[in-house]
């Protein structure tokens, strides 16, 4: 990756992927002509493509990275080829067993990022810790946090957030990460995490990542309306952003709103993220629901 004499060349480029401003990253990546070196180039290519990735364009990145790109957009390909193909995910996964087992070089941290992204996504949590605990960049220790507070380890995602103050407290993840923790913590925290991501917002976009950071908070707070609000405007940015839809099934619900529209959100869900965790989430308590009302039937 580029040095760190070159972090402001792509400054822009980088603060508009982490807030989720996908199309923004793209656009002034494909911007810039002049750069001080390959690896700057490099770099900006990465992002350019991991934001390519956030929007569920993988062919993109499938069809114009090949075994003869930099290591680094290889890397971006495999975590696109994932996502893509579900019938090679297995294939996929025995790729990075076999790097893990015969290890990678910690210098390579695109690569250790993106394979604990697809852990993350198996929910496979220890494993993907195992490849992170090789990161000691900024974006391995936001990713570390993201992962603690999937495994409701509150304490050590605020450790590791201390961690990341001490290094770049004023940083677009550190920021970001210190909103997550807030959120998990609670209470007056809540506001603290609301106060940094419209801060966020105000200072790049109103991505839909940031309102939805919004949103949870108020949900949090119990202050239904002002989400529907937040999550109304997250919607026309992008109509089918999963949060967005799954707190809107949350409000939907403490608003009293009729039945119809928060199936509606769920059959959106459904439609476009048959893997998300929520929806298989629901769609196994659905059938536990099933299995339960049949044994009934059966006792009467």
């Known amino acids: 990756m580029a040095n760190k004499d070159d972090v402001d060349v792509l400054f822009g480029i980088r603060s508009a992927f982490y807030t989720g401003n996908y199309q923004s990253c793209i656009t002034e990546a494909q911007k810039i002509k002049k750069l001080p070196n390959a690896a ?87 494993t993907a810790l195992r490849c992170l605990n090789q990161s000691d960049s900024l974006e391995g220790a936001a990713m570390r946090v993201q992962i603690y507070l999937s495994m409701s ?37 809540y506001q603290e995490a609301f106060y940094i991501f419209q801060e966020m917002a105000d200072k790049t976009s109103s991505t839909p990542l940031l309102l939805n950071g919004q949103a949870a908070c108020l949900i949090s707070q119990g202050k239904y309306e002002d989400a529907e609000m937040v999550l109304q405007e997250a919607l026309e940015k992008d109509s089918s952003y999963p949060e967005t839809l799954i ?25 476009a993220y048959q893997d998300h965790p929520f929806v298989r989430d629901y769609q196994q308590k659905e059938k536990e629901f099933q299995q339960l009302t049949e044994q009934h039937r059966n006792v009467q």
């Open 40 to 126: 700057v180039a490099v770099e900006k290519d990465v992002f350019m493509y991991r934001a390519y990735v956030g929007q569920r364009k993988y062919t993109v990145v499938l069809d114009e990275l090949n075994p003869g790109s930099p290591p680094e957009l290889q890397a971006v390909r495999l975590l696109a080829d994932y996502l893509y193909n579900k019938q090679k995910r297995d294939s996929v996964l025995q790729s990075l067993e076999t790097k893990l087992t015969s290890g990678i070089d910690s210098n390579d941290d695109l690569l250790l990022l993106m394979a604990a992204s697809v852990y993350h996504h198996e929910q496979k949590y220890d």
């Open 153 to 189: 380890r509150v304490d050590l995602a605020r450790k590791e957030v201390r961690l990341m103050q001490s290094k770049d407290d004023d940083a677009t993840l550190t920021q970001l990460s210190l909103a997550w923790v807030n959120l998990a913590v609670g209470g007056e925290k």
């Open 247 to 271: 707190n809107l099934i949350v409000v939907s619900q403490h608003l009293g709103k009729p039945t119809e529209v928060s199936n509606r959100y769920v059959s959106q869900l459904r439609d």
